[in-house]
Structures are given as structure tokens and as C-alpha cells.
Nanobody
């Protein structure tokens, strides 16, 4: 079955960096685009980064452009989120997601999330 497992979250001071990883299994990873989302308390889940199958095209939310970098390693079934110049407003649970057709319907699969806290 499809599994996504995020790691790399933690507590970091403002201006610091973290690198999140998401390990995928149960599907042909290189056939699917991958996304990172985040959800802060009281907020809706929002798209942070979207990465195409080959990693050749990446879209960023305006709030993270220039600070965050998405990438993937199709040989290792891993997708990454490098986060630099972190701000307190980046505090959230970060999730990776894949969308695939199941029974003719688009189905989202999510990881369990990893907490990122930016605080001094």
C-alpha cells in the first residue's frame, strides 16, 4: 500500500535551517509528482512546494519562494524540502502528499506529518 513517511522536523531558531525528507513506498515513485503541504494550528492545510515527476519543474508558495527548495531522488524514493531563513510563521506540521487515480478517481495520500517549530 502507499506509504509516505516524513522526517527531519524539530525546533529551530529564527533564521535557521532544516531539511525535511519524505520516504515513499508502495507505488512507482518516479511516475508521480509530489507535494509538500503544511498546516499551522487554526489554519487550513496549504501547499508549500510541488515537484514534477522528474523534478524538472517546481512550484513554490509565495510565502516560501527564495527560502525553501524542493527536490527529489527517484532512485531512493525520497522527496526533500530544504528550508532556510526560517521564520516563526513557518511553524507548522509539514506533510508530503501524492495524488493518484484509484478506481478512476483522484485520491490523495498523505504522510503522518513532521512538526517544525521556529522559535527563539
Amino acid at each position: 500500500q502507499v506509504q509516505l513517511v516524513e522526517s527531519g522536523g524539530g525546533l529551530v531558531q529564527p533564521g535557521g535551517s532544516l531539511r525535511l525528507s519524505c520516504e515513499a513506498s508502495g507505488f512507482t515513485f518516479s511516475n508521480y509528482g509530489m507535494s509538500w503541504y503544511r498546516q499551522a494550528p487554526g489554519n487550513e492545510r496549504e501547499l508549500v512546494v510541488g515537484i514534477t515527476r522528474a523534478g524538472s519543474s517546481i512550484i513554490y508558495a509565495n510565502s516560501v519562494a527564495g527560502r525553501f527548495t524542493g527536490s527529489r531522488n527517484n532512485a531512493k524514493n525520497l522527496v526533500y524540502l530544504q528550508m532556510n531563513s526560517l521564520k516563526p510563521e513557518d511553524t507548522a506540521v509539514y506533510y508530503c502528499k501524492v495524488t493518484m487515480a484509484v478506481g478512476g478517481r483522484a485520491t490523495d495520500y498523505w504522510g503522518q506529518g513532521t512538526q517544525v517549530t521556529v522559535s527563539s
